[in-house]
């Protein structure tokens, strides 16, 4: 397993004092170059996650099976406390799932307020591939997974109650918290030997939020945008400054418009720092495309992204607009 701290901000930094389009993909610059071959990009330090994914696009299964059993092995996983099992519940103590899966045909499924059910990203799949329907929510995609044969199960663990107990001891007001262990959501990309594109993206949402309150994870063209022609990209962050801006899908449109994936989510970083003043709050962004480059940037330091080809592991840190 191979992992690199690089130094931040020289590719950043010179972007904003120049046009974007004097920005080149340097030896600073996260990127893949050109070449057949199976990939696999991550949001933050997730590298068992991203080789489960790559083992399973080698052993020929599809795009988004590849994305479910990537994803599925942190969401079971209760040390991860901002993913499925485990994850932190809302105000009123219930742990509520976030989840989407978007394909190369373009065809994509999501859930929302998903209560009782550990995999919120297989739910989706089945959203995606047994319904007439994009989004299902609360009791509905409760009810859907049940019919579907996934079982319901208690998601809260000892670990996330006692935090809850005592965020409520010490008042209960809620506040957004940036990088909270280094990861908030799990977005993840793959590419296969032909060059086709697929995406999901999973979460269990804000430590203590509002009760009903849905962010941009699972929201198509927010959290997570996949265009087979184009390429694809996934956020993570707080999830209303992605939803505002409807980030990956912003991403897909540069690259569409000919920036390389670095250079799209630099810009779409741009275009929310011009918007909003944020000095506690992240946003990150991956992206990839058909040749195989791939690009990460955000707001703020401390944003990591995991990539897997069939050569290398790489855990390397993004480029980020402030220091």
């Not at 939803?243 to 690259?255: A, D, H, I, P, Q």
Request: hydrophobic content about 35%.
């Amino acid at each position: 397993m191979k992992y690199q701290r690089r130094s931040l901000l020289k590719l950043f930094s010179l972007s904003i004092l120049a046009p974007l389009s004097s920005t080149s993909c340097d030896e600073t610059t996260p990127k893949k170059l050109p070449k057949v071959g199976l990939q696999v990009l991550t949001t933050w330090r997730h590298p068992i996650a991203t080789n489960k994914a790559l083992k399973s696009l080698i052993r020929g299964k599809s795009l988004s099976n590849a994305i479910v059993t990537g994803i599925s092995h942190v969401e079971n996983d209760p040390e991860d406390q901002s993913v499925g099992f485990g994850g932190r519940p809302d105000a009123d103590g219930n742990v509520t799932l976030d989840a989407c899966i978007m394909d190369e045909a373009g065809k994509c499924g999501s859930v929302t307020y998903l209560k009782n059910i550990k995999n919120p990203i297989e739910v989706a799949r089945l959203v995606k591939d047994h319904s007439p329907h994009v989004i299902l929510s609360g009791d509905g995609a409760q009810q859907f997974a049940v019919r579907m044969g996934m079982e319901k199960e208690e998601l809260l663990t000892e670990k996330s109650n006692n935090e809850y107990q005592a965020w409520k001891k010490e008042g209960s007001t809620f506040s957004t918290k940036a990088n909270i262990e280094n990861h908030d959501t799990i977005g993840m990309l793959c590419r296969d030997h032909e060059g086709n594109l697929a995406g999901g993206c999973s979460t269990s949402g804000l430590a203590f939020k509002t009760p009903g309150r849905v962010g941009d994870s699972p929201i198509i063209g927010a959290g997570l945008y996949v265009d087979n022609e184009i390429g694809a990209s996934t956020a993570t962050g707080l999830g209303e400054i992605v939803l505002k801006n409807l980030s990956t899908f912003l991403v897909v449109e540069f690259m569409r418009n000919g920036k390389t994936p670095q250079e799209a989510c630099i810009e779409a970083i741009r275009r929310i720092t011009k918007k909003y003043d944020f000095k506690n709050d992240q946003v990150g962004l991956i992206a990839i495309n058909k040749n195989g480059e791939i690009g990460a940037a955000s707001i703020l330091p401390g944003f990591f992204y995991s990539f897997r080809d069939q050569n290398e592991l790489v855990v390397n840190e993004a480029v980020s607009y402030y220091n």
